[in-house]
């Protein structure tokens, strides 16, 4: 069982492999937190709570004169709203009558096996050999009627628990709620913790930060619209001393794709509170009498050992639990050239296939045919919104293309960025009303374009017709769907004044809906997100594409730090990465190691390149298939850390029987007269011998990882290793 109830103590402990968490409906039925942390049974540790005369602490009218209990201190599962706690809060609510009021009391709740799921918000699920139970507590206002659901399904071998909301109105009228944050983590004797974050921007994004909590509120978020190039919706707490391979960690990694919040606080009496949700940025959501609002998941892991182990838990979900396409565990993925790079908006359906011939000589599967190929779309300024073929440029016809396209054995793939439309467009001059503008103020252009009210049905229809009907018009086996700005303006012209508070939301909400119309209908399509690179690469986004492009700088040296930030929640299969052009001064083979840190493919103009690099391309296209399995399937260790300086940086996968593993290192710096530097592997079985490069050096796993391989000097700058190990034996002592 990975829920029980002990109905004496009225005590629910979640049980996985590792983790224990447990919550009590306590003193004056609030539902009191009590334990996250690693595995510990199911007695009640309620009698960690400590209580004393706090002054300025209020105590609930209930409470009468127990001066000793108040909310100010006690552990929650979610917060009350003006009940004497003063700590950052889960809910603000506006009540029917004005009053902000909330004092939710348990009142029921349920157990069943399986997950739980929301209607309009994409979730984890649960696979047919996964153990999974789910709990859904009820909390009450007793004046209001305001119900909470709390949802958990705890998968028991994965050592993650999920944890949704939701509100039900069950009062008379209409209630607004400003704030509804999906978790509440309330650590009774923890304060000394590190917060690790991924903030970036555009070229840079989830570059790590790492900081203690202090007695501030500290916040993660987006307010763009989106969850951003700047944030990403994870945060991690650790104890101080935690490294990669030591130490515990918590992990929080919210499934919304729109603007979201973190907040971390240290309480006066040292208690540390995290909560996640959706950002109170401009939200202001109405709930009728009857209806529910849901607030999205939180996927919450927690780890004895080290970052590394938290990592491998998030892997390892999300590549089982969060994206059904074949092409995550059954159907391999294509290697790709992109034309962007190669020729941004100035091609025609000959320079296409061109590249294609090209592509196909350095082992490339599948062409895709990036922006431009649709409207009027010569550049930036115009055509977003006119989802039919410029048959200027592709004067043969989409399908025709594709045929030839196939012909040479190649797949085909197209470029979309459906939310967004360009002032100088049919679909503008059609609709104007379709654009999120506030009345009387034009609005703030971002790449000259505008963005589609995704929150007007019509708007979703024309999508899911346009989209779909060009992907139905021929053979495409990929699609990158692209968002190429933050949102401005919230303006909806479907609903009245006072429900623009809602608008961001239900942009996310309308976008869900556009993407179950065209992604969930095309299982036989591989979707790839992108948002000028890596802005919104989110969970929930991860629900929908397998892969995501990480960055517009495919620089290499930039792209290790871009890897190594963006692994500490997301798997190496969701990581799009390209050779390309840039950073002529670093070799390709070296571009082609950071690259199989991801899906492997080119974005560079195939036709210019000789015969000896055609061939080189060739060579690494053949080893990235040959690494395949280990890279996607294994677990991932960082090895060193790029943004502390050093003189290489290095990766491995190691497949999940420990029998292969890629050791890869990029030398990014050659000290003159430097010293000898090692770089010593992880994760390998101590008792097996290693193969190492087909060669006849064979060491043993713990030569490998405890002594370590010779980095060599006499090479050229900004050279790549890869150590490609084969378990061939047991070690005999
Ligand atoms: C964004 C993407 C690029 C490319 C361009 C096309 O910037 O990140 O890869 O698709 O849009 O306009």
Not at 379 to 398: Q, R, T, Y
Not at 688 to 706: C, E, F, H, P, Q
Request: aromatic letters at 12%; proline letters at 4%; hydrophobic letters at 35%.
């Amino acid at each position: 069982m990975s829920i029980t109830y002990l109905k004496s103590c009225q005590t629910f402990t979640f049980h996985t492999q590792n983790t224990s968490y447990q919550m009590k409906v306590g003193k004056l039925n609030y539902l009191n937190h009590l334990y996250y942390g690693p595995a510990l049974g199911d007695a009640d540790l309620s009698y960690q709570i400590m209580q004393y005369d706090r002054g300025f602490s209020g105590n609930p009218y209930d409470s009468r004169y127990e001066r000793t209990f108040s909310l100010d201190a006690q552990p929650q599962e979610f917060t009350t709203q003006q009940q004497g706690d003063f700590r950052i809060n889960s809910i603000e609510v506006v009540n029917a009558d004005g009053s902000y009021s909330f004092n939710g009391r348990f009142k029921d709740f349920k157990m069943y096996n399986g997950k739980y799921s929301l209607n309009g918000l994409p979730t984890a699920f649960a696979t047919d050999t996964d153990h999974v139970q789910t709990l859904e507590v009820t909390l009450e206002d007793a004046v209001t009627k305001v119900q909470v659901d709390l949802l958990y399904s705890v998968f028991e071998e994965a050592d993650i628990i999920t944890r949704a909301v939701k509100v039900r109105n069950c009062g008379e009228g209409t209630i607004r709620l400003k704030k509804i944050m999906s978790t509440c983590i309330d650590f009774m004797n923890g304060s000394a913790f590190d917060l690790i974050s991924l903030p970036g921007r555009y070229g840079q994004e989830r570059q790590v930060e790492r900081q203690p909590l202090t007695h501030h509120v500290h916040k993660i978020q987006s307010v763009r619209g989106t969850s951003s190039h700047q944030q990403n919706p994870f945060c991690i707490l650790c104890d101080h001393h935690t490294t990669e391979d030591y130490g515990s960690c918590y992990g929080f990694a919210l499934m919304y794709s729109g603007n979201f919040l973190a907040e971390a606080e240290i309480d006066q009496y040292d208690q540390t509170r995290l909560l996640m949700g959706i950002n109170t940025k401009q939200f202001d959501f109405a709930v009728a009498p009857g209806e529910e609002f849901e607030g999205p998941e939180v996927i919450m892991a927690f780890s004895q050992h080290g970052l590394t182990g938290l990592s491998h838990l998030y892997h390892d979900f999300f590549r089982t639990n969060l994206n059904k396409s074949k092409f995550v565990k059954e159907v391999q993925r294509p290697i790709l050239i992109n034309t962007w790079e190669a020729a941004f908006f100035n091609f025609d359906d000959k320079k296409l296939v061109e590249i294609a011939k090209a592509a196909k000589k350095m082992g490339v599967d599948l062409l895709v045919m990036d922006d431009g190929w649709f409207g009027k779309r010569d550049d930036d300024n115009s055509g977003l919104g006119d989802w039919v073929v410029n048959e200027n440029k592709i004067h043969c016809g989409l399908n025709n293309l594709v045929q030839q396209i196939n012909d040479l054995g190649m797949k085909f793939g197209i470029w979309f960025e459906p939310e967004m439309v360009s002032e100088d467009s049919d679909l503008y001059r059609a609709h104007p009303e379709w654009v999120m503008e506030i009345p009387g103020r034009p609005a703030v252009r971002s790449r000259n374009q505008l963005v589609l009210d995704m929150t007007r049905t019509d708007v979703q229809d024309y999508l899911i017709e346009s989209v779909n009907k060009i992907l139905d018009s021929a053979n495409i086996y990929y699609m990158k769907w692209d968002i190429n700005r933050s949102l401005t303006d919230i303006w909806s012209t479907n609903l009245p004044g006072e429900r623009q508070g809602e608008v961001f939301h239900r942009y996310v909400l309308g976008l869900y809906r556009v993407m179950d119309g065209i992604i969930r209908t095309h299982p036989d399509i591989l979707f790839e997100g992108c948002s000028g690179g890596g802005g919104r690469y989110d969970p929930a986004m991860i629900a929908y594409y397998p892969q995501y492009w990480v960055s517009d700088n495919t620089k290499p040296l930039d792209n290790l730090k871009l890897h190594y930030g963006t692994s500490f929640l997301y798997p190496v299969c969701t990581m799009g990465a390209h050779v390309s052009d840039s950073s002529p001064q670093v070799p390709i083979q070296t571009k082609a190691t950071v690259a199989m840190c991801g899906t492997f493919g080119y974005e560079l103009d195939a036709t210019h390149l000789d015969e000896k690099t055609i061939a080189i391309c060739k060579e690494q296209s053949d080893l990235f298939r040959k690494y395949y399995p280990i890279i996607f399937h294994g677990d991932y260790y960082r090895l060193t850390d790029p943004f502390t300086v050093g003189n290489f940086t290095a990766w491995q996968s190691v497949s999940k029987d420990k029998s292969k593993s890629l050791l890869s290192v990029v030398v990014t710096n050659l000290t003159v007269n430097g010293s000898q530097e090692y770089i010593k592997a992880k994760g390998l079985d101590p008792n097996r011998k290693y193969r190492v490069n087909d060669t006849d050096t064979i060491l043993s796993g713990t030569a490998l990882m405890y002594a370590g391989l010779p980095i060599p000097r006499e090479i050229p700058e900004f050279s790549s290793l890869q150590f490609y190990l084969e378990g061939i034996g047991i070690v005999r002592n």
